[in-house]
């Protein structure tokens, strides 16, 4: 059975699948922080700190009563744990099995990792590790020069290696440093650690994509993961021949979603509400997606020269209306407790709209206490007349 839908309605069951803008929470704070890990089945973590880190501010944008150290106590909890998705993420500790399809193709060698295999190296790391309990990389003293691409240090290699192929895990961070620990002594002993048969991996991978996203294609559900879009397109097959899913035209093109994620576009989308996201926030994470559905051209410009840099070094795209409809690039300085809006860009559908600038400006409150700042200085707009008019707003209010 196939069905047909506006681009409207596809957009909205996107962000009602993705919970944004978020709907009323009730019930403890860290709960609702696990609950949204377990819907979105995966939080990407990332380094850059020019702001609050990633995996902070997709879930605040999920959970407004989001604290830092819900990550913290669930990691201690062990209703988390750390590990790969498409990058480095926060996964649902009940979905650990379906990790290991990863780590035993590297442990096999069926799958090549970044780093070389330094077997003498990664002997020393877990001999120490096994003796002295769970230890950092800056542990393991080096003094002569870092290697490879990445200048990394031997021990560090050796330690990530034994991380990605399911020997380490990371039980915690100190100061956002990973601290490592044998699987043996970090997994809850309840924890179902057979590995999946192929087909099951491939019906992980549709339900928890679809759970989250709405409707997709096989190469969205396989994104980064290689060697994974042909299974996981035989599978959909079977699973609409079956029933179990269905087929979706939007705009002409042709995608897969659950029968009862459909009744979804029955519920209210709060349009008013305006949501700053992070650039690596899962709805905004697959970029050719994204100009699909939302007619949105997004790059993250930190991995482009300076000199190329159309919008800013670090991007926020701003969603109001159930649209993408504006860029933010900012950091925060600390020191001051001040956010520099360093380039605010909007779309001409929303340029002189006081609706969408009413909306910001009530979010950007929220933004500033998130990232424990008490002002913000806006420095530059697209188009230039916005600058003006929001000056002339802060005054009058």
Same mark, same amino acid.
Request: aromatic letters at 10%; one cysteine or more; glycine letters at 4%.
């Given at each position: 059975?196939?069905?047909?839908?506006?681009?409207?309605?596809?957009?909205?069951?996107?962000?009602?699948?993705?919970?944004?803008?978020?709907?009323?929470?009730?019930?403890?704070?860290?709960?609702?922080?696990?609950?949204?890990?377990?819907?979105?089945?995966?939080?990407?973590?990332?380094?850059?700190?020019?702001?609050?880190?990633?995996?902070?501010?997709?879930?605040?944008?999920?959970?407004?009563?989001?604290?830092?150290?819900?990550?913290?106590?669930?990691?201690?909890?062990?209703?988390?744990?750390?590990?790969?998705?498409?990058?480095?993420?926060?996964?649902?500790?009940?979905?650990?099995?379906?990790?290991?399809?990863?780590?035993?193709?590297?442990?096999?060698?069926?799958?090549?990792?970044?780093?070389?295999?330094?077997?003498?190296?990664?002997?020393?790391?877990?001999?120490?590790?096994?003796?002295?309990?769970?230890?950092?990389?800056?542990?393991?003293?080096?003094?002569?020069?870092?290697?490879?691409?990445?200048?990394?240090?031997?021990?560090?290699?050796?330690?990530?290696?034994?991380?990605?192929?399911?020997?380490?895990?990371?039980?915690?961070?100190?100061?956002?440093?990973?601290?490592?620990?044998?699987?043996?002594?970090?997994?809850?002993?309840?924890?179902?650690?057979?590995?999946?048969?192929?087909?099951?991996?491939?019906?992980?991978?549709?339900?928890?994509?679809?759970?989250?996203?709405?409707?997709?294609?096989?190469?969205?559900?396989?994104?980064?993961?290689?060697?994974?879009?042909?299974?996981?397109?035989?599978?959909?097959?079977?699973?609409?021949?079956?029933?179990?899913?269905?087929?979706?035209? %939007? +705009?002409? !093109?042709?995608?897969?979603?659950?029968?009862?994620? @459909?009744? $979804?576009? #029955?519920?209210?989308?709060?349009?008013?509400?305006?949501?700053?996201?992070?650039?690596?926030?899962?709805?905004?994470?697959?970029?050719?997606?994204?100009?699909?559905?939302?007619?949105?051209?997004?790059?993250?410009?930190?991995?482009?020269?300076?000199?190329?840099?159309?919008?800013?070094?670090?991007?926020?795209?701003?969603?109001?209306?159930?649209?993408?409809?504006?860029?933010?690039?900012?950091? %925060? +300085?600390? !020191?001051?407790?001040?956010?520099?809006?360093?380039? @605010?860009? $909007?779309? #001409?559908s929303v340029s002189g709209n006081e609706a969408f600038l009413g909306a910001f400006e009530k979010e950007l409150q929220r933004f500033l206490k998130f990232n424990n700042c008490e002002d913000f200085r806006l420095l530059k707009t697209s188009p230039a007349k916005v600058k003006r008019i929001v000056q002339k707003r802060r005054q009058q209010n």
């Amino acid at each position: 059975m196939s069905e047909s839908l506006s681009i409207e309605q596809a957009r909205k069951l996107v962000l009602l699948s993705q919970k944004l803008p978020t709907a009323r929470q009730s019930g403890a704070a860290a709960k609702a922080t696990l609950s949204a890990i377990e819907h979105l089945g995966y939080i990407q973590i990332d380094a850059i700190s020019v702001i609050e880190r990633a995996h902070h501010h997709t879930l605040w944008n999920r959970n407004p009563r989001y604290k830092s150290a819900h990550l913290d106590q669930l990691l201690a909890d062990k209703q988390v744990f750390e590990y790969w998705s498409h990058a480095a993420a926060y996964l649902p500790m009940r979905d650990y099995r379906f990790s290991l399809v990863r780590k035993q193709a590297l442990s096999t060698g069926k799958m090549k990792h970044w780093f070389t295999v330094d077997e003498a190296m990664m002997k020393m790391v877990l001999k120490r590790i096994e003796s002295e309990g769970p230890l950092m990389a800056r542990d393991f003293e080096h003094k002569g020069d870092k290697i490879g691409e990445w200048k990394t240090r031997p021990a560090k290699r050796a330690l990530e290696v034994l991380f990605m192929q399911g020997d380490l895990m990371v039980p915690r961070r100190s100061n956002f440093h990973k601290v490592y620990d044998l699987t043996e002594r970090v997994l809850p002993d309840n924890v179902d650690t057979t590995p999946p048969e192929p087909e099951e991996y491939a019906r992980y991978l549709i339900w928890r994509y679809l759970r989250a996203n709405g409707l997709g294609r096989p190469a969205e559900m396989a994104y980064l993961l290689k060697n994974t879009k042909p299974l996981v397109a035989t599978t959909l097959e079977d699973m609409v021949s079956s029933g179990e899913l269905q087929t979706v035209r %939007v +705009d002409g !093109d042709s995608y897969y979603a659950m029968p009862e994620s @459909l009744k $979804l576009l #029955s519920k209210p989308l709060a349009r008013s509400k305006l949501k700053i996201l992070s650039p690596f926030d899962n709805l905004v994470i697959q970029r050719k997606r994204m100009q699909a559905l939302f007619g949105f051209d997004y790059l993250i410009e930190c991995y482009v020269p300076e000199a190329k840099r159309k919008y800013g070094y670090f991007c926020l795209p701003i969603l109001w209306d159930g649209m993408l409809v504006a860029r933010m690039d900012c950091k %925060v +300085d600390r !020191d001051n407790a001040l956010l520099l809006i360093q380039n @605010l860009a $909007l779309e #001409s559908s929303v340029s002189g709209n006081e609706a969408f600038l009413g909306a910001f400006e009530k979010e950007l409150q929220r933004f500033l206490k998130f990232n424990n700042c008490e002002d913000f200085r806006l420095l530059k707009t697209s188009p230039a007349k916005v600058k003006r008019i929001v000056q002339k707003r802060r005054q009058q209010n």
